[in-house]
Structures are given as structure tokens and as C-alpha cells.
């Protein structure tokens, strides 16, 4: 998952906002690091130095600097140009960036009560001036001057992009509204990012709260020994030593749900893990979800828009929700027919091991990998010892370098934002500065679930400068065990290669204004999901599927049954997604504003879908934090369309010859991941391609 291109979601669009703040409130700048120059290695922020109370008068300042800015533009006597109008617009807001670009990262990555109070005093604040900038009536017409004479003015093709985008920014923001809709398109969207930021809070202290104690080994049978160790270490830094702690992170909950013959216990794991944000408690994000869809359907008739998909979906590739649609049912039936497939073939598995009952969902992980080992004679343990952590890390560096010539170089005395986290100087091939990228690896209770790309500076140009971004790979994997070292599953292999190709997309980013590295939300996983497939090819494994004991080299009969076994168990994983991206766009295709149940909309939809009763949406509704507290809202379906690009770009490596050939490597760089939003993204793909992509 991408975060963004440059800046953090939330942070992304509140660089173009402004508006007042009390005057009599004088920043407090003494000792705050967001109002001075960074002093740190490459300008990185000096995260040892920032405190909870530095953040809102950093804030607030911020917002005064850009009313400032903002005024200046819109008092100008001259004839708006792009010159006086577009280009100072588009560089507003240098100290909002700073502190909002270190606030939403630290609040996915350490958060606590502290940051999660200021998130609440200061998401409505910043939602308000997002508000102000957009709905100024002054501003806008200064734009609208430009827009409508820009193809007299001799702009240059990025610019031209700049005036039509940013143009665009202002007309759904509701600048062409009439004062009395503007006013209630102010109080939806406050309300929206009030009720997003605690639906990610719920989904958090949902996850933190649920706690699965063991204290006898006969519960542990079938679960290998390096997730008992990890167990048994999580229960003594909780106090209870000599007992097992399990819980919903991935590195726990997955392996538990893989292994552990304890069927009882396995039920136990999957309902609080499928139930997260739907117990009723302080977490309960039901209704939160009812308000959410009805204030987004409201937003998109204010707009214009048939549906909130709509109005997404209008600046994505798709342009309509009904070309998702048809994706998606062309996926599903095969993947449905498939997924049932897998359920009998598990079935038969179990009546052969004498079991008397039907298989449940909290059944499918641990009998799908009795299959595969049956099958492949493979299972996930067999892999591990092979994917040291710093070797898939090292393998991932240099297949980035054989690709494009890149170096990393870990900077040891440099600010971090959580002692997990690493940084690396990234250099071109001919030693020039390409930026910093910043890695966390492991879960911890201050960090949300997932794993993404995120960055606390995007590249751009201003002034004749050269500004280098500073990005973040951000993952929750299996963590170091007393004496062993992380050892990933094959699965986090993939994810580490996924968000690593987000970040190439940033680091190569080549662009002069901001506003322009956003990109379609159904083409920015492209860059990532394309690295997935060096992950597992032969000659890059070798590189770095090392044993992390004896230093082997991954044995070729095991990369075979890597391969053999690639399509193993693609029905439950497409039937998954398909359905959580169905599920999104069907919330986000409601046209209605009476407040739904999503227990009761869920069932319905899941039903009408067709969905097997053994499998359930890879998130359901009160945990579906892409869509509900992220930027994937009418957009999950992202993913699958991408994919149809990611396969078709990586065939352009396999006609080559050459899986590292460098002149197809050097036009995927130039034509796709350093442009970013200077293009159409479908004219971008064509001029890397040759070609549309097929299916």
C-alpha cells in the first residue's frame, strides 16, 4: 500500500490550504524544531528533538503563513498568469508541510493517547482551512482566468498539467458552488475527517486489546517452534512469564491460524480477528460507518456526482464505476469456481483425517497448508530459514541496482523516528544524492497494521533547487526472536518488494511542482506490484535466499516448489479481494443518505455477490481501514486494475531477454516513475509500452 507519492494522505492535501487562526495566539517558536532549517543529514526532521507540544503551534503558524501567501496572490493588481497566480499557489505552505508530514507519519508509526487528542483538535482544523482555500472566491477566480486562457499563455507541457490539475482541485472542492452549499460541503467535511481518523483509532485499540493466553503446551501442538519462542517472549515482556501471548498482528495471528491444531482456539482467533470494531465497546466503528456513507453520498450530489464512486472514480483510469464493475465480474467467477475447488479439495482432507465437521472459515489457513504440503511437499517453515530479514532487505537493494544503478548505504549517525528504524543514503550510479529512505520493519503497539510507503519530503524543484525526498517503507513482519534473527514467510518477501517498488516511485520521482506527484489511484500500484515479480524469480532468489544458519543458497529443488506451487490457494485469495473491493465499491455507490446498518448492508451485498460461506472479505466493514480511515475509498479495486499494467510491464522485461535489461528499465524509470502526475497516466504507460496493456 502507497500512502502517497510524496507527503503522508491526509497531509497531501493540506499543502494548497489556508485560513485564519487567533491572531492574539503568538506562535510559540522557542526551542521547536519546525521553525528552523533542519540541522540534521540531509535535512531529515530531527525526530529526537520534536515533542507532542510542538506540533499544533507549528500548525497554527503554518496556517498563518499561508493565509499570508494566499492574500499576496489574491491582492495583485497584474493580469493572473501562471507566473504570478499558478506557480506561487503551488509552493505555499513550506512550514505546514513540515510539521503535517512528521504528525500523520508518527501517528501511524508511534502513536499514543497524546498524538491521537492533537489528531483530534487539529484534523477539523485543517479540514476548515482546506475549505478556506478552496472556497476563495478570489483565489479561484485568478485560477479560472488561467485555466481559460492557458493555451495562449506558452506553457510548457508540465505546466499546462499544473493549471488543469489544480483547476480541477478547486471545482470539486465546491468553488462553483453557491454559498449556502459551500457552507454545508464545510460541515460534511469536517465531520468526514473527524470520523475517519477515529475509525483508524478504533481499528488499533481493537487490535491492541485482544490478547489469546496459553499456559498449556498441549494448545501449542502444530505451531513451529519460532512462533512459540516469539509467543512465549511477548508474554513475558506483558509479565506473564512461562505462559504464550498470541494476538491480531500479522506476524501472530497468521502463523496461529496456519498451524495451530487447536480448532477451538483457532475459532477463537478468527472471530476477534473478524470482529474487530464490531463488539460493541469504546472500538465500535458501526456507526461511524453509516454516518461516513451517508456524508459521502451527500458530498458527491453537492458536487454533481451521481455516487461518492463517481466522484472518486472520475479522476481514476477506470473514469466510471461501471468499468470497475466490470472488472471485477470478470474476475470473480473464475476466482468464486476456483475458491470452491480448494474448499472440497480441504474437505476431502479432513474426512480423511477422520474429522466429523464442515470447514469453517477459521479452518481454511490451517488446512490449506496441509494441502500444499501434501501437494508440493512445501510449507512455509521450509522457507523461512531462507529469508533472513537483511538478506531479502539486501536482495531488494540489489535488484534496484542491476535495474537502474542505484546504491544504498545505511547512514548509522542520523536522526530516526523509532529505534527500529533504519536509513539509508540512496545514490545514483554515478554517486549524485537521489534521496534518504527510511525502514521499519517490526509491529509494536503504537504502529497500525499493514504495510505501506509513505514519505516526509517530496522531490521537487523550487527556486532553481533541487529538494530530495525522504521516504519511508513502513511494515509490520515477523520480528527477531531471542536468538534468532526476523525470518520472513515467502508472503512478506513479496510485500517487502511491493512497498519497495512505492518507494522507488518516489525517490525517482522528477518533477518541479508538488501538486504533481499524485497519480490515478488505480495506476500507483503499478510501480509496486511490477517489483513483485523479480521476488521470485530463480536468479534473483539465489542472490539472496540464503539459510540463515549455514549460509546455503536456496536449493533449486525448493525454488521449484516455489514455483509449482505459485497458484496454490489464488481462489480464496482472489475471492477475498474481489469481495472487499466490491463491498468498498458498493458502500461507495449508495444513493441514499438514510444511515444504513453495515452488518445488515454487508450480508446483503456479500450475498447478492455469491460469496462461499468459508470465506469472508480480505476486511470486512468495521475493519476496512483502506477505505474508511485511508485514501483508497471507491479505489481498492486499485490493486487488480493495476495488475493487468504490472504484468503486461514486466513482459516487456521477458521479450528483452533480459529480466534486468537496462534500456526496458531505463523507459519504465523516464516514462512512468519519474513523471508521477505530469501526464495522463495511460499516455505514460503507452509511451513506456508501445502499447495499451492486455489482459
Known amino acids: 500500500m502507497r500512502t502517497t507519492i510524496g507527503m503522508s ?28 532549517e533542519y540541522n540534521t543529514p540531509f535535512g531529515v526532521p530531527p525526530f529526537g528533538l520534536i515533542k507532542p507540544e510542538h506540533y499544533k503551534p507549528a500548525f497554527e503558524e503554518g496556517i498563518n503563513q499561508i493565509l499570508a ?15 504570478n497566480t499558478i506557480e506561487p499557489y503551488s509552493y505555499c505552505g513550506d512550514l505546514l508541510d513540515k510539521v503535517s508530514s512528521v504528525f500523520y507519519n508518527m501517528l501511524s508509526t508511534n502513536t499514543n493517547d497524546t498524538m491521537q487528542k492533537l489528531a483530534a483538535e487539529i484534523s477539523p482544523m485543517m479540514a476548515k482551512q482546506k475549505d478556506d482555500v478552496l472556497l476563495n472566491a478570489r483565489l479561484f477566480e485568478r485560477i479560472k482566468t488561467v485555466f481559460d486562457k492557458k493555451a495562449e499563455m506558452g506553457l510548457n507541457a508540465e505546466q499546462l498539467r499544473l493549471v488543469e490539475e489544480i483547476y480541477k482541485d478547486f471545482v470539486r472542492g465546491g468553488a462553483l458552488l453557491a454559498a449556502e452549499d459551500q457552507e454545508k460541503l464545510r460541515n460534511i467535511n469536517e465531520e468526514l475527517s473527524l470520523l475517519s481518523l477515529k475509525f483508524g483509532d478504533n481499528v488499533l485499540g481493537e487490535t491492541n486489546s485482544f490478547k489469546l493466553w496459553i499456559d498449556n503446551t498441549k494448545d501449542l501442538e502444530g505451531i513451529p517452534q519460532g512462533v512459540i519462542d516469539a509467543a512465549a517472549l511477548a508474554a513475558k515482556e506483558n509479565g506473564q512469564d512461562g505462559k504464550w501471548l498470541f494476538n491480531l498482528q500479522y506476524p501472530s495471528y497468521t502463523p496461529f491460524m496456519t498451524y495451530c491444531a487447536n480448532r477451538d482456539l483457532r475459532k477463537k482467533m478468527f472471530e476477534a480477528y473478524s470482529h474487530k470494531g464490531n463488539n460493541g465497546s469504546e472500538f465500535d466503528n458501526n456507526q461511524k460507518i453509516s454516518k461516513l456513507v451517508s456524508l459521502r453520498y451527500l458530498k458527491a450530489r453537492l458536487l454533481g456526482f451521481d455516487s461518492y464512486a463517481d466522484f472518486v472514480v472520475d479522476r481514476n483510469m477506470s473514469g466510471k464505476p461501471e468499468k470497475v464493475y466490470e472488472l ?47 501437494k508440493y511437499d512445501l510449507d512455509e517453515e521450509m522457507l523461512r530459514p531462507y529469508f533472513k530479514l537483511e538478506n531479502v532487505r539486501n536482495g531488494v537493494f540489489d535488484v534496484a541496482n542491476k535495474l537502474y544503478g542505484i546504491t544504498f548505504l545505511q547512514i548509522k549517525d542520523i536522526p530516526v523516528f523509532h529505534p527500529d528504524a533504519m536509513a539509508f543514503e540512496v545514490k545514483e550510479s554515478n554517486g549524485d544524492h537521489l534521496g534518504v529512505l527510511y525502514m521499519d520493519f517490526f509491529p509494536r503497539a503504537s504502529k497500525r497494521g499493514g504495510a505501506w510507503c509513505t514519505s516526509f519530503r517530496e522531490q521537487h524543484r523550487k527556486d532553481g533547487k533541487a529538494i530530495t525526498p ?52 488505480d495506476f500507483v500500484e503499478l510501480p509496486s506490484q511490477v517489483m513483485e515479480h523479480w521476488a521470485a524469480r530463480p536468479e534473483v532468489l539465489k542472490q539472496f535466499a540464503r539459510h540463515y544458519k549455514t549460509g546455503e543458497v536456496i536449493p533449486d529443488e525448493l525454488i521449484q516448489k516455489i514455483t509449482n506451487s505459485g497458484h496454490f490457494n489464488q481462489g480464496f485469495a482472489t475471492v ?22 453495515p452488518q445488515v448492508f454487508e450480508k446483503t451485498q456479500m450475498e447478492k455477490l455469491g460469496i462461499i ?78 502499447k495499451e496493456p492486455g489482459v
Open 9 to 36: 494522505i491526509i497531509a497531501i492535501a493540506l499543502l494548497s490550504s489556508c485560513g485564519g487562526s487567533n491572531d492574539e495566539n503568538k506562535p510559540r517558536t522557542e526551542n521547536n524544531p519546525f521553525f528552523s
Open 69 to 83: 501567501e494566499i492574500e499576496a496572490i489574491t491582492t495583485s493588481e497584474e493580469t493572473p498568469d501562471f507566473k
Open 328 to 374: 471485477l465480474a470478470q474476475v470473480w467467477k473464475p476466482a468464486k469456481a476456483r475458491a470452491i475447488g480448494e474448499a472440497e479439495e480441504m474437505q476431502k482432507l479432513i474426512a480423511r483425517e477422520g474429522g466429523k465437521f464442515s470447514l469453517e472459515p477459521w479452518d481454511w489457513f490451517y488446512y490449506a497448508e496441509k494441502v500444499r504440503k501434501e
Open 470 to 521: 525522504v521516504v519511508s517503507v513502513v511494515c509490520n513482519f515477523t520480528p527477531p526472536s531471542g536468538d534468532k534473527p526476523s525470518l520472513l514467510s515467502y508472503e512478506e518477501v513479496e510485500t517487502l518488494f511491493h512497498e519497495f517498488g512505492h518507494a522507488l516511485h518516489s525517490l525517482f520521482c522528477n518533477i518541479t511542482y508538488p501538486r504533481l506527484g499524485n497519480v490515478p489511484r
Open 576 to 597: 477475498e479481494y474481489v469481495a472487499a473491493s466490491v463491498l468498498d465499491m458498493d458502500y461507495h455507490c449508495v444513493k441514499d443518505t438514510t444511515l444504513l446498518d
Open 613 to 690: 460461506r468459508q470465506i469472508i472479505p480480505r476486511y470486512r466493514s468495521t475493519y476496512f481501514s483502506h477505505v474508511f480511515a485511508g485514501g483508497y475509498s471507491a479505489g481498492y479495486y486499485g490493486y487488480l486494475w493495476a495488475e493487468v499494467l504490472d504484468a503486461d510491464a514486466f513482459e516487456a522485461f521477458l521479450e528483452a531477454g533480459n529480466i534486468f535489461d537496462q534500456k526496458t528499465a531505463q523507459s519504465f524509470r523516464k516514462n512512468v516513475l519519474e513523471k508521477a502526475g505530469t501526464e495522463d497516466a495511460m499516455k505514460m504507460y503507452i509511451d513506456f509500452r508501445g
